[in-house]
């Protein structure tokens, strides 16, 4: 069932209707980098929160025998763009709290600084800039709504392709878990009060 359908079964049964702009994902250069045949595929989730659906939108680069977080194409300490091309963005009808930061219902890139321990997850309210990290110039920085720190994991079985996945909610919390070659990170997320 289409995210579209989802929402408008939410609107006939009485649920409120999302306030989130637009949720379709963004293909920034489509004439550039075509969506199809892309060597890192646009790919997105939806979740729940609130009685509301969440999406995520991302591109997903695999590591091609490369060592990509902590090598040369994402070293720790760095910003990275958390996935490929386009930035990774939210849509929320909902206020949420991302990681420990507060934001109001809209639409948000997620950026992250990888690190061997935890990582620190960025909210920005930028959301057509190209994802690269040359491009969080500083008026995109500036448009910053906060950062917070989760902790990495190290996993057994190594993930070949970038995976951001949803894990079934704990009470009010949501964890987004961003997934690549041996690492694991969890991001809180839930319901703003």
């Known amino acids: 069932m289409s995210l579209y359908a989802s929402l408008a079964i939410l609107t006939l049964t009485g649920a409120p209707a999302p306030t989130a702009a637009d949720s379709a994902c963004p293909v920034l250069l489509p004439n550039d980098v075509p969506v199809q045949g892309r060597k890192s595929p646009l790919d997105s ?6 009685k509301q659906t969440v999406k995520v939108c991302y591109g997903r680069p695999s590591a ?10 994402i070293p720790y300490g760095k910003l990275w763009r958390t996935g490929a091309n386009e930035p990774t963005v939210i849509f929320t009808p909902v206020a949420l709290e991302i990681a420990g ?17 935890e990582w620190e997850i960025i909210v920005n309210r930028a959301t057509s800039q190209w994802g690269h990290e040359n491009a969080y110039t500083k008026e995109v920085e ?36 961003l997934a690549w070659e041996k690492t694991r990170v969890a991001i809180p997320v839930r319901a703003a009060s």
């Open 101 to 117: 930061v507060k934001v109001p219902p809209g639409k948000y890139s997620l950026y992250s600084v990888p690190g061997e321990k």
């Open 142 to 177: 500036a448009q910053e709504v906060g950062r917070g720190k989760v902790p990495t994991e190290k996993l057994g079985s190594p993930v070949e392709t970038f995976t951001i996945s949803a894990d079934p909610a704990t009470g009010e919390t949501q964890r987004l878990v």
């Open 64 to 73: 091609r025998g490369r060592t990509m977080i902590g090598g040369q194409m």
């Open 45 to 50: 989730l939806t979740f729940t929160m609130a």
